[in-house]
C-alpha cells in the first residue's frame, strides 16, 4: 500500500472516530425541539474537502447512520415517529441524504478551488455548504415523503406554516443558522490547516534528505581515501 493510500485511510478512520466520539458525548447532536443542532457536519466537511467525495460519502453514511439508530430506537423524536410512518423512507433520509450533502460538499470544493488560485475562501464556503446542503436535503425530503403524515401535519399547525416553505423555515429557525456558522466557519478553518499539513511535512521530509545526500556526497570521497591508505 502506498504511503498516500496509508495516510487517507488513517485520516478517515480519525474522522470516523471523531464523528462518533461527537455524538456519544453529546457534542455532535444537541436537541432543539423535535429536530437537533447536528455539529456533525463539521468532519463531514473537512473529510470531503480534504480528501474528496468519496470521503465525505463515507463520513456522510457514518453521520447517517447514527441518525437512522437513532430512529429506529426513539432517541429522536422526529425521525422517530416518521420510522413509524415509513422505515425506507426513513432510512433515505437519514442515510442517503447524508451520503448525498458528503459528496456534494466535495465536488464543490473541487470546483472552488480552480477558481481560487489562492486557496483561501473556497475552503470556507465549501465548509458552510455541508450545514446548508444537509439541511436542504433533510428538510425538503421530509416535505417530499413525509409532508401530508399526521405528525408533520401537526408540526405545521403548531408553527402556523401557510406552506411546505415556510414550515421549513420555521422550523429550522436559529438553529440552522447556528449550524452554518459554527460548522462551516469551523470546518474550513480545520479543513485548509489538514490540507496544508501534508504539503509542509513532505516539504520537510525532502529537505532532509536533501541534507543527508549532501553530507553523503562529501563525505564519501573522504571514506574511499582512509580506505586506499589502510589497503596500502
Avoid at 464523528?19 to 453529546?26: P, R, S
Avoid at 447514527?66 to 423524536?77: K, M, R
Avoid at 456534494?104 to 475562501?121: A, Q
Avoid at 439541511?135 to 415523503?145: C, E, P, R
Wanted: hydrophobic letters at 50%.
Amino acid at each position: 500500500m502506498k504511503n498516500n493510500d496509508l495516510r487517507t485511510l488513517t485520516r478517515l478512520a480519525l474522522l470516523v472516530t471523531i464523528e462518533l466520539v461527537m455524538k456519544a458525548i453529546g457534542l455532535g447532536s444537541v436537541p432543539m425541539g423535535p429536530l437537533y443542532m447536528s455539529f456533525l457536519t463539521l468532519p463531514i466537511a473537512v473529510g470531503a474537502i480534504t480528501m474528496g467525495p468519496v470521503a465525505g460519502a463515507v463520513l456522510g453514511g457514518v453521520f447517517g447512520a447514527v441518525s437512522f439508530y437513532d430512529a429506529v430506537t426513539g432517541a429522536s423524536a422526529m425521525t422517530g415517529a416518521l420510522f413509524q410512518v415509513s422505515p425506507v423512507n426513513t432510512f433515505i433520509l437519514c442515510v442517503g441524504m447524508r451520503v448525498l450533502m458528503g459528496v456534494c460538499v466535495g465536488l464543490i470544493f473541487n470546483g472552488l478551488s480552480k477558481l481560487d488560485k489562492s486557496r483561501t475562501w473556497s475552503y470556507i464556503v465549501s465548509a458552510m455548504c455541508a450545514p446548508a446542503l444537509n439541511t436542504l436535503f433533510f428538510m425538503g425530503y421530509i416535505v417530499l415523503a413525509f409532508y401530508n403524515c399526521d405528525y408533520v401535519q401537526n408540526l405545521v399547525s403548531v408553527k402556523g406554516a401557510a406552506n411546505p416553505l415556510m414550515f421549513v423555515v420555521l422550523l429550522v429557525g436559529v438553529q440552522g443558522v447556528a449550524e452554518f456558522l459554527v460548522s462551516g466557519i469551523l470546518g474550513g478553518i480545520v479543513a485548509r490547516a489538514v490540507h496544508k499539513f501534508p504539503r509542509s511535512a513532505s516539504g520537510k521530509s525532502v529537505w532532509v534528505c536533501n541534507i543527508v545526500k549532501q553530507k553523503t556526497r562529501t563525505e564519501l570521497p573522504l571514506a574511499e581515501q582512509l580506505w586506499s591508505f589502510s589497503v596500502r
